[in-house]
């Protein structure tokens, strides 16, 4: 669907030129929802608009269902684009214009003739839940609305392809949850793939099935979302994956715990497949007691991901065998200072 063969874009305004996309490789299949994460400078939207041809490649292929985007010319791209929905943080609506307008306006430009028209806004309105407004005017619309009303537009000309970006970064928690379900509903009910680019890991644990890490231009993990969150291999991912789900206790904050606590800490990952239960309900055999320290559970893609810290108390080897004992379940750190 989406193909990236080593893709470079190298900008050359400054002084030094930047590697804002740096050698990436990637290929997003038909009816994903696929997320590209990271932090600013990344160089995620620079991904986006080489992806929609509104920047030109330096080096590499980028292909689009069949089209191959880098090195196109300006007919060719822009007949690309009807085939791409695109979504902005800001929404970006015309503020003249009504609801109805704003859907209306890409159809306009693409020759529809007004009957076809009239009705097609009104059906992509009713789909995003807001047939009732077609006569309101942007302003008079909650954030999560005129990015409804965004959506609208962006599915105006039937794309097969959605690029959100950052689609839900101006908008208050609950506001971005009902919208990632508007997106998933999108890609459920059309089949339409959707790339959402976010600095988030919440947005990606909501909705997405795979995942990329960018960091400095590059695309540093790539895979399945649970996979490389509940495994991350690399800095950037670790840290999105602590933005919600508490890490092992390092640094100063091992040295609290351990300075509160004068039993063993151990840090345990718990899994939907750590059968954790049952090697804590035999303890007490082992003459170990056990107090769950800290930690918190997240849901990716419906499974279990999470890590605890446990005190266990009791005599050195009854400890060491306990930790033996939940090593055979899951993984295990010692909680150090
Ligand atoms: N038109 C441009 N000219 C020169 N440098 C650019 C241009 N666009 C982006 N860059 C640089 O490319 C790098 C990547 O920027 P990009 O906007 O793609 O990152 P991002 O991950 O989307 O971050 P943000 O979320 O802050 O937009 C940055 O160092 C940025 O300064």
Known sequence: MVVLDHVTKVFRTGKTPVRAVDDVSLRIGRGQIYAIIGYSGAGKSTLVRLINGLESTTSGTLTVEDTTISGAKEPELRKARTNIGMIFQQFNLMNSKTVAGNVDFPLKVAGWPAARRRKRVQELLEFVGLGSRAKSYPEQLSGGQKQRVGIARSLANEPSLLLADESTSALDPETTEEVLGLLKKVNE????????ITHEMDVVASIADRVAVMENGKVVEEGNVYDVFSNPQTAPARRFVSTTVKP???????????ERHKGYLVSVEVTDHTD???????????????????????????????????????????VDAAVEQLKLVTNVQEVRA
């Open 276 to 318: 954790l239960g049952d090697v804590l309900s035999k303890l007490g055999d082992r003459k170990v007691r056990f107090n769950i320290v800290e930690g918190g559970l997240e849901t990716l893609q419906g499974r279990t991901y999470g890590k605890l810290t446990l005190e266990l108390l009791g005599e050195i080897s009854a």
């Open 248 to 258: 092992t206790p390092s640094g100063d904050r091992a040295s609290e715990l351990i």
């Open 189 to 196: 009910e059309l089949g339409i793939t959707v790339v959402v």
